[in-house]
């Protein structure tokens, strides 16, 4: 079983519609967990951070965590075509002042497109 | 204008060849990450360092190499050891009591 898992895509959704990006982690100890975005040919830029159980929101996008069944997922809502990239689930055992050393575990990501 | 910067952006190695890329960092972070990525896969942890003068391995660390002599710059070397070292190289740096990492803009290096 792989450490962080991202729902296989690719994800494809008309624009304005909602697309939902899933994610399951493996290790009960995970205590921070990040969405990040990465158009072709870039380096990943962060999006979301989430910590505690619950939706946390920021403007069109809202970060849901469960860890009771160690699920996180990625809301866009109105999606835009801009929003066409690879979103990267990332997860950290420990936080930062843990012994993880902030050390993140990536899934494979998954890839949307949002088509006019 | 603080942030990470990666240099050179593409790299074009012959095989047998040791190459070094670069990554300095301006926000006065101190923990800093190498990351390797392959295409249609995530990021793998190569190695990482805390504080100046030292550093860990990560998940792939075979056929790699780095230093932290400076706060500001981890420089990955590339060994010949590598088996296979085509692929997209990320550098990312911490600070202090933050879990968020932040990257650099990357390095492509392809082995000819």
């Known amino acids: 079983q792989k450490e962080v898992e991202q729902n296989s895509g690719p994800l494809s959704v008309p624009e304005g519609a909602i697309a939902s990006l899933n994610c399951t982690y493996s290790?009960?100890?995970?205590?921070?967990f990040f969405w990040y975005r990465q158009y072709s040919g870039k380096s990943p830029e962060l999006i979301m951070s989430?910590?505690?159980?619950g939706d946390k929101e920021d403007g069109r996008f809202t970060a849901q965590l469960n860890k009771a069944s160690q699920y996180v997922s990625l809301l866009i809502r109105d999606s835009q075509p801009s929003d066409s990239a690879t979103y990267l689930c990332?997860?950290?055992?420990?936080?930062?002042?843990?012994?993880?050393?902030?050390?993140?575990?990536f899934g494979q990501g998954t890839i949307l497109t949002v088509h006019p | 204008d603080g942030g990470i910067t990666q240099s050179p952006k593409y790299l074009f190695r012959k095989e047998g060849q040791n190459v070094t890329l670069s990554c300095e960092q301006n926000?006065?972070?101190?923990?800093m990450y190498w990351y390797r990525q392959d295409p249609g896969q995530g990021l793998r942890l190569i190695y990482y360092?805390?504080?100046?003068?030292?550093?860990q391995k990560g998940d792939i660390a075979e056929g790699y190499s780095v230093s932290r002599e400076k706060k500001e710059s981890f420089p990955l070397t590339v060994t010949s050891a590598q088996k296979n070292p085509t692929a997209f190289y990320l550098c990312?740096?911490?600070?202090?009591?933050?879990?968020?990492?932040?990257f650099g803009p990357g390095t492509r290096l392809t082995v000819l």
């Open positions: 290790d009960r100890v995970s205590q921070s």
């Open positions: 989430i910590y505690s159980n």
């Open positions: 926000l006065n972070h101190d923990a």
């Open positions: 990332a997860v950290n055992k420990g936080g930062a002042g843990g012994t993880s050393y902030g050390k993140l575990t």
């Open positions: 360092s805390q504080i100046v003068n030292d550093f």
């Open positions: 990312a740096s911490r600070g202090v009591g933050s879990d968020t990492q932040y």
